[in-house]
């Protein structure tokens, strides 16, 4: 089984609907991340929690909301989705560690959500 | 801000060739610099990491040297293979920073 598994992993909607991706961790990790992915422009951070209840904004938040319902759950929602939130999402891992050792991050496998 | 650039893709090449793949970076300070790669269908995966100017990652054949004064972290690999097909990103990240920012990826293609 992987590690981090996210679901759905392929989700079309239309415009307006709300969505929800949800993810899941074996690895016993306190911080949990959500990533997007658009072509040429690698991974951007939308959301990212270092426990359950610390969660933060990162890069491009807007238009995205997310819960951490336990350690090892972290879901995150489009409230209202637009067709430029088209694109694949991951969620990934990573533990505490010293930032000297550069602690490793585990993605999941990504959900493709399309907007139409 | 910090960021990443990477030389675009796709790159092609054929199997036992020499490869590399460039990567710059700007920061302020001492990041820690990795390598990720994605092969078809999959999440990303940790290549190789340097945490420390002159440093050298190494995993599964490929290296990457850690160069303060250029501020580089190009992925080299002697001899290429097809299974080595995938999307390759490079990484920066910074003390005091909570995650990772990535490169936009580079597609590597090897042909048999």
């Known amino acids: 089984d992987a590690d981090v598994t996210q679901t759905p992993r392929n989700r079309i909607t239309k415009t307006g609907k709300r969505i929800m991706l949800e993810c899941s961790q074996t690895?016993?990790?306190?911080?949990m991340y959500w990533y997007r992915q658009d072509p040429g422009l690698g991974l951007r951070l939308i959301y990212y929690?270092?426990?359950?209840?610390?969660?933060n904004k990162g890069e491009i938040s807007d238009g995205y909301s997310v819960s951490r319902q336990a350690q090892a759950k972290f879901s995150l929602s489009l409230e209202s989705a637009i067709p430029n939130q088209t694109a694949l999402y991951f969620c990934?891992?990573?533990?505490?560690?010293?930032?000297?050792?550069?602690?490793?991050?585990?993605f999941g496998e990504g959900s493709w959500l399309t907007v139409v | 801000g910090d960021s990443v650039t990477q030389m675009e893709g796709p790159v092609t090449l054929s199997e036992e060739a020499f490869l590399t793949i460039n990567c710059t970076y700007t920061a302020t300070g001492y990041p820690s610099l990795f390598w990720y790669v994605q092969y078809p269908g999959e999440g990303l995966q940790l290549l190789l990491k340097a945490t420390k100017a002159d440093d050298k990652g190494s995993n599964k054949g490929f290296e990457a040297t850690y160069r303060k004064e250029t501020t580089s972290f190009h992925l080299e690999k002697g001899s290429v293979q097809v299974s080595d097909s995938a999307v390759y990103f490079c990484a920066l990240k910074k003390a005091g920073r909570r995650a990772l920012t990535f490169g936009s990826g580079t597609r590597l293609q090897v042909q048999p």
């Open positions: 990934a891992t990573s533990d505490g560690g010293d930032f000297h050792s550069g602690n490793t991050i585990y």
């Open positions: 690895k016993g990790h306190d911080r």
């Open positions: 929690s270092f426990d359950v209840k610390d969660i």
